[in-house]
């Protein structure tokens, strides 16, 4: 039998003969990552002939930040050596000859789009943007977790799930659900019937198993200021305005102890990937839900213009003031508390998007 570890050293000895890459978000969240390989695992299953290989869309020194996924991948036995990352493919010559399944996401991150042609299969719970019609599956259903559809997916094809996947999918199911609570808004039905069936093959109760995930999440420990932008950070081209959204889980007062000069990180963030602009919203509990933002604008006219606009669209920011934090030499940083809580990333990125439509030059 094809255990989850045999196939993940497997597929990666015979990257060459992938007839399918399966893909999780940029962002590269547990949810992602878990997906694509417990996807890549199923469909390998079905078709040993044409095996799946996952692909971390990340480089591989920035998997050690995902702290909560490092951890369950560990209770899922999955040897990190066994998985292939971004930095480690040449992805041109692997697509020439395969096709492409996107798990966790349904449009293609920037920089892959030149792989449009090559999807063929969708699963996913962002808002259907209604691309690659000919894709199948194309399965994207609003449920808290995208585990919870590859779950599922194992279901339907009847193929057994083994305790190394259920462990893997399940800690990332009640990661992404809160735990299974209602009153956190993430959870549907279908989420937790699926956990119901995966949760007597993993080795820790429910509410063990949710609790360490958690605090691997929350782990900050000893990570850099370029490692919080780094370790959840998604970017866009908007308009000419190339920007970058880092989603950190730590008070802005906290890191503002661990980092004395945040503007010169932020600065030296931006101009390494050639920003224009770079968020960091940062969300976590005090005890009640918070949330903080940074923005960081190459000019403080451009700082105050985004504010404003910003005011403007109710996010209801209100300036903090950090000990010890300055100005740096290049561009403008601006701390804030962020009254409206509503606003996510997700919610982020359209209001820039119109924002820029509105001031292009
Ligand atoms: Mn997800």
């Given amino acids: 039998m094809n255990t989850l570890q045999t196939y993940l050293s497997s597929a990666k ?20 990552m878990a997906s694509s390989i417990a996807y890549g695992y199923l469909c390998t299953l079905q078709n040993p002939d044409t095996p799946a290989l996952p692909v971390m869309p990340i480089p591989r020194a920035d998997f050690h930040l995902r702290t909560e996924a490092v951890f369950v991948f ?33 449009v293609l991150a920037p920089g892959l789009e030149k792989f449009s042609n090559k999807v063929v299969g969708i699963l996913d719970h962002h808002n259907d943007e209604g691309l690659f019609p000919e894709a199948d599956p194309r399965i994207i259903q609003s449920i808290g977790s995208c585990t919870s559809l590859v779950a599922r997916e194992f279901i339907a094809r009847g193929i057994t799930l083994s305790r190394e996947v259920a462990i893997l999918l399940c800690g990332t199911i009640l990661l992404d659900t809160v735990n299974l609570d209602d009153k956190a808004g993430r959870v549907t039905d279908a989420d937790k019937e699926i956990a119901a069936k995966l949760l007597p093959l993993c080795p820790l109760s429910q509410q063990e198993y949710f609790d ?52 010169a990180g932020f600065a030296a963030f931006t101009k390494d990937r050639g920003l224009n602009l770079l968020l960091s919203m940062n969300a976590y509990t005090d005890p009640g839900f918070n949330r903080d933002l940074v923005i960081f604008c190459q000019t403080e006219e451009e700082h105050d213009k985004l504010l ?36 996510s990333r997700k919610k982020m990125q359209p209001l820039l998007a119109a924002f820029f439509e509105e001031n292009k030059s």
Avoid at 13 to 32: I, Q, R, Y
Avoid at 86 to 95: Q, R, S
Avoid at 309 to 314: A, D, I, N, V
Wanted: proline share 1%.
């Fill in 13 to 32: 000895s015979k990257t060459a003969d992938a007839g399918l890459v399966v893909m999780g978000n940029e962002a590269a969240d547990l949810d992602s």
């Fill in 74 to 106: 560990k209770e899922a036995g999955i040897n990190l050596d066994d998985l292939v990352f971004l930095d480690e493919v040449d992805l041109d010559g692997l697509m020439s000859g395969a096709g492409l399944v996107l798990v966790d996401h349904n």
């Fill in 212 to 263: 360490k995930v958690q605090l691997e999440k929350f782990n900050v420990q000893g990570l850099s200021t370029n490692d919080l932008l780094r370790k959840d950070y998604k970017e866009w081209t908007l308009g000419q305005i190339q920007c970058g959204i880092a989603s950190a889980l730590l008070p802005l007062k906290e890191w503002a102890q661990m980092d004395g000069a945040l503007a």
């Fill in 308 to 343: 404003g606009y910003l005011q403007e669209k109710g996010l209801d920011l209100k300036p903090i003031e950090l000990a010890g934090q300055k100005q740096g030499e290049t561009g403008f940083v601006g701390f804030f508390n962020q009254g409206n809580l509503g606003i």
